[in-house]
């Protein structure tokens, strides 16, 4: 059995709490990602006639508002230092997400 360790505790809490940092700021970074791309189209199209390309990008500001989000963080996920345990079902759970959300757009 292993003995308590008040350091390898800190050091657990380091370590998560560097993850979901890490995390956190990916999720930032899709989201500006996503503005960035919604505003450079946005000015693209700002002059267009063309109504399909208008509507195209309409339908697409709902359903990118969280999908570049997600995958961000199916990105950063493998590059933190979590431990497998918790690497594994989560990244399970985001491609999950991702299909999901993709198919019931």
């Not at 657990?12 to 930032?28: M, N, Q, Y």
């Not at 590059?79 to 997400?97: A, V």
């Given at each position: 059995?292993?003995?308590?360790?008040?350091?390898?505790?800190?050091?657990?809490?380091?370590?998560?709490?560097?993850?979901?940092?890490?995390?956190?700021?990916?999720?930032?970074?899709?989201?500006?990602?996503?503005?960035?791309?919604?505003?450079?189209?946005?000015?693209?199209?700002?002059?267009?006639?063309?109504?399909?390309?208008?509507?195209?990008?309409?339908?697409?500001?709902?359903?990118?508002?969280?999908?570049?989000?997600l995958l961000?963080?199916?990105?950063?996920?493998?590059?933190?230092?979590?431990?497998?345990?918790?690497?594994?079902?989560?990244?399970?759970?985001?491609?999950?997400?991702?299909?999901?959300?993709?198919?019931?757009?």
């Amino acid at each position: 059995m292993e003995s308590f360790s008040v350091s390898a505790l800190s050091g657990d809490a380091r370590t998560l709490l560097f993850s979901l940092g890490v995390l956190a700021g990916s999720t930032l970074i899709g989201i500006v990602v996503y503005r960035l791309l919604l505003g450079f189209f946005s000015r693209l199209l700002r002059n267009s006639t063309s109504t399909r390309r208008l509507m195209l990008l309409k339908q697409t500001r709902p359903p990118a508002r969280y999908l570049f989000p997600l995958l961000a963080l199916l990105i950063a996920l493998p590059r933190t230092p979590l431990p497998e345990r918790f690497k594994g079902p989560s990244e399970h759970f985001l491609t999950l997400c991702v299909i999901g959300y993709s198919a019931g757009c």
